[in-house]
């Protein structure tokens, strides 16, 4: 399993997804919505944190699944 948080990009006209630290996962798409279908199962497995960029690179949402640090009752 990745040891570094998935996160779902665009490059080069597509849609991609990368292990932080550990370089890019096989494939690329042309819709945001496959690939980061593809990025939630792959973090969902390795119980770590999905994010996900907007087209211009800044972070348009996070997901934790998995060891979450905060401890918040409820």
């Known amino acids: 399993m990745p040891e570094g948080d998935i996160e779902t990009y665009h490059a080069d006209g597509k849609w ?3 292990v932080e630290a550990h370089g890019e996962l096989p494939g690329e798409h042309d819709r945001k919505e ?3 279908k593809e990025g939630r ?3 969902r ?3 770590v ?3 996900i960029r907007n087209l211009d690179g800044t972070i348009g949402e ?3 699944y998995g060891h979450d640090p905060r ?3 409820g």
């Open 16 to 18: 991609r997804n990368r």
């Open 34 to 36: 496959d690939a980061v």
């Open 41 to 43: 199962e792959r973090a």
């Open 45 to 47: 497995d390795a119980r």
């Open 49 to 51: 944190e999905h994010i």
């Open 62 to 64: 996070r997901n934790t």
């Open 71 to 73: 401890n918040i009752p």
